[in-house]
């Protein structure tokens, strides 16, 4: 089951919980109430296992509603705000993937793992806003780093943000992660999800190329052991997890 049908059966759940059996038997005003059925929803969301980041929109989602309505905006800008979402949160229903964005402290450990003085292609699955293709671009000129998203307007924002660098050396597509042939690059580099992280390691074991490293972020795949798990100093307390394929050497320094 995807995240979002969990999200609605966490709040319908909540409602049937408080609405019809609490808040007539204890005559819970309508504020209290709100953030009551929110807490229960998010509480419901742990037992139904969803990512401990969902459990916050699923506590703000009844009191957000209320107050949306009681504004009365036009309807026009509801629609406005479902597309927006639409084009940025594309591939989260579907793969599960939502919209993470690499820091500045991975870009920098991502850089150390990259070979020095010798062309090589890199791979962002899920590029996102490019952020990670221009710094690492920028740095190694003499590699070609390719970025694949499928969601449309990170995508677009991505190609705008690369042409104003005017980096050379960036290929963007757009397109599914899962359309990617790993065997034609050197470094893959992932900031999915765990849901997807089964299916990278399929991919992965049928695909590597001789000498390549995948480095996933945050998430480890599920069987394969990582060469080496990178502990970066930032705020999210990052981990870096860096597989080998047979016959690589080990990466060229931690950070």
Not at 240 to 252: I, K, V
């Amino acid at each position: 089951m995807s995240y979002l049908p969990r999200v609605l059966l966490a709040q319908l759940l909540a409602f049937a919980i408080l609405w019809w059996l609490v808040v007539p038997q204890f005559a819970i005003a309508a504020l209290p109430a709100l953030l009551l059925q929110g807490g229960v929803a998010a509480l419901l969301g742990l037992v139904l296992r969803l990512p401990r980041w969902w459990l916050s929109i699923n506590l703000l989602l009844p009191l957000t509603l209320i107050s949306l309505l009681a504004l009365e905006l036009p309807p026009w800008l509801y629609l406005l705000g479902f597309a927006l979402l639409l084009l940025v949160q594309w591939n989260s229903a579907g793969e599960r993937v939502p919209l993470y964005l690499s820091n500045r402290h991975t870009w920098q450990a991502l850089a150390e793992q990259l070979p020095a003085g010798r062309p090589f292609h890199f791979v962002d699955l899920g590029s996102g806003l490019g952020g990670t293709l221009c710094y690492l671009a920028g740095k190694y000129p003499q590699g070609q780093f390719n970025g694949i998203e499928s969601a449309p307007l990170p995508y677009a924002l991505a190609w705008l943000r690369c042409k104003l660098a005017r980096r050379k050396n960036i290929r963007l597509h757009y397109g599914s992660i899962w359309d990617a042939r790993l065997k034609d690059y050197d470094l893959i580099y992932a900031f999915l999800s765990p849901a997807p992280m089964a299916r990278l390691e399929q991919k992965w074991q049928s695909e590597q190329r001789a000498g390549a490293t995948l480095i996933s972020n945050s998430f480890a795949m599920p069987s394969a052991s990582p060469k080496e798990i990178l502990e970066l100093n930032d705020r999210r307390h990052t981990r870096l997890y860096l597989y080998t394929s047979q016959g690589s050497t080990s990466p060229r320094s931690k950070v």
